[in-house]
């Protein structure tokens, strides 16, 4: 068996009994990246020399007993995590040369762990899109099909884990970004309860939505990095003080008993039939393990699309503000003065996905429309944070589709930015809540990967991890790899 399609726990195990080094299993995914990225597109920055000598230090710790089971795991980082030393962009040419001088909280915390760094991974800019499309270094391609997208805005690391190009890979969700591009390379992607991992060292994109989470093939991989990079960070004001439970020691494959909330609202209307009957289908193997199916309505769910990108623009607007070309980031060429330097340096630095948010933000923002949208907006959103937990008391799990349709070809919805932000109908709700959400493979539709979505209440993260993992013991889509990189 090839050494890219061992799970987390296998490779560890290898490690740990000396079938292969550290070293060896960094230049098998190095060569594995080098081979395929200049199609996938899925890399920002390869970082090899970076990987061998993290290589290095996994297998001295190895071999003096001391290592975990992270220890010389390879992973990619999502290119939205400042990495101490290496060039960190969010895929913008804004940040085009910027090198970070210091790690965020997620690579410190997972570089802690031992794992190896092969690179930094694609994205939306700014984390702004639902097709990897808005990146400045062009789009990254869906290993299933290579004409088509892989979501976003995490897809350069959908892409990674999906061809296998690394085990797993780090993520960030702002309204559907991890959980989106895992559906459509039918992966696995889990986005915690907000404040559970910390956002230090994350650049932000809207403050109150954003939240790191980790794809890999299998809820157990999720599992295993999940454990390290989540905990209280003082540095992060919005991080929570609450106890991280061993969730790979959780994961149980019995859902006797359990309640599963079927969300009638995730079925009506615009969701495709075939998709509709992945779901159901996916919904019959709990059953046959012992699972009840309750029905739940959340009646507002239609409003959180629109929710969303009011508050998400507002918040973007304040965010980017930073980003003037005086301190850091892209300036342009000879300024005339102080207004000309912001003006030409924003302008030639944000792409159009960019600008249209900031602008939109900045609108909702001011003086007499503040009450009447973002007021409004916040107001909505406590709303369906209501609704949300009155299907908890019903149900101990909500699931449903991850995305309404399989990956679109590139390009396909490049001129209609509304059609675009409908991708995240089913995944944007969890984040205007702060609850804990994931997407699992549950099969395939004209050869397309589809997933299908969990969502619990707030820190039940063990809970969604056990529930995805009792569905992988009695299924095999997560083991699917495309033909073109098995």
């Not at 909330?261 to 996916?282: M, S």
């Not at 003086?367 to 209501?386: E, F, M, P, T």
């Not at 009155?390 to 699931?399: E, G, K, P, S």
């Not at 109908?425 to 397309?448: E, H, R, V």
Request: include cysteine; charged fraction near 15%; hydrophobic fraction near 40%.
């Amino acid at each position: 068996m090839s050494l890219h399609t061992l799970s987390i726990a296998e490779l560890a195990s290898g490690l740990q009994q000396k079938q292969f080094s550290a070293t060896e299993l960094a230049r098998h995914f190095i060569a594995r990246g080098e081979a395929h990225n200049g199609l996938l597109n899925a890399y920002i920055t390869l970082t090899p020399e970076r990987a061998l000598a993290d290589a290095a230090l996994a297998d001295a710790r190895l071999a003096r007993g001391e290592g975990g089971v992270l220890t010389g795991i390879p992973l990619a980082q999502k290119d939205i995590f400042c990495t101490d030393g290496i060039r960190t962009t969010c895929a913008s040419r804004m940040l085009d040369g910027f090198v970070a001088p210091y790690d965020a909280t997620v690579v410190e915390r997972l570089a802690a762990a031992g794992t190896v760094l092969l690179g930094k991974t694609n994205m939306d800019e700014f984390a702004m899109g639902s097709s990897n499309e808005t990146s400045y270094y062009g789009p990254v391609r869906n290993p299933w099909d290579t004409a088509r997208v892989p979501g976003g805005s995490s897809g350069g690391s959908a892409a990674v884990v999906a061809a296998r190009l690394a085990p797993v890979a780090t993520g960030t969700d702002t309204g559907g970004s991890i959980r989106q591009p895992a559906a459509l390379t039918g992966i696995s992607g889990i986005k915690p309860t907000y404040g559970r991992v910390s956002r230090y060292g994350m650049i932000a994109f809207a403050s109150s939505l954003d939240q790191a989470g980790i794809m890999a093939p299998s809820a157990e991989d999720c599992a295993l990095l999940l454990e390290v990079m989540s905990g209280f960070d003082p540095r992060d004001s919005t991080s929570v003080d609450v106890p991280v439970p061993a969730y790979s020691k959780q994961l149980t494959p019995s859902v006797q008993g359990l309640r599963i909330g079927v969300v009638r609202e995730f079925f009506e209307g615009g969701l495709d039939a075939a998709n509709a009957a992945l779901v159901k289908a996916a919904l019959q193997v709990y059953v046959d393990q012992g699972a009840v199916l309750v029905d739940v309505s959340c009646p507002n769910m239609g409003l959180s699309v629109p929710t969303y990108y009011v508050v998400a623009p507002a918040e973007c607007s304040s965010n980017l503000s930073r980003f003037d070309g005086v301190r850091f980031g892209h300036r342009c060429e000879q300024p005339k003065d102080l207004m000309d330097l912001y003006k030409r340096s924003r302008g030639e630095g944000f792409g159009a996905e960019v600008k249209r948010r900031i602008m939109t933000g900045t609108y909702l923002l001011s003086a007499g429309y503040y009450d009447a949208y973002y007021l409004k907006a916040q107001q909505v959103r406590q709303l369906i944070s209501r609704e949300f937990a009155a299907a908890f008391t019903q149900a101990d799990v909500l699931v449903g589709p991850t995305s309404p349709t399989p990956a679109f070809p590139l390009g396909n919805q490049g001129d209609d930015p509304i059609t675009m932000y409908l991708n995240d109908i089913y995944t944007i709700g969890a984040n205007l809540a702060g609850l804990p959400a994931m997407s699992i493979p549950c099969g395939f539709l004209q050869g397309l990967p589809l997933g299908l979505q969990l969502i619990g209440p707030h820190f039940t993260e063990s809970r969604l991890l056990a529930t995805a993992h009792a569905y992988q013991q009695a299924t095999d889509w997560h083991r699917r790899v495309p033909a073109a990189y098995v």
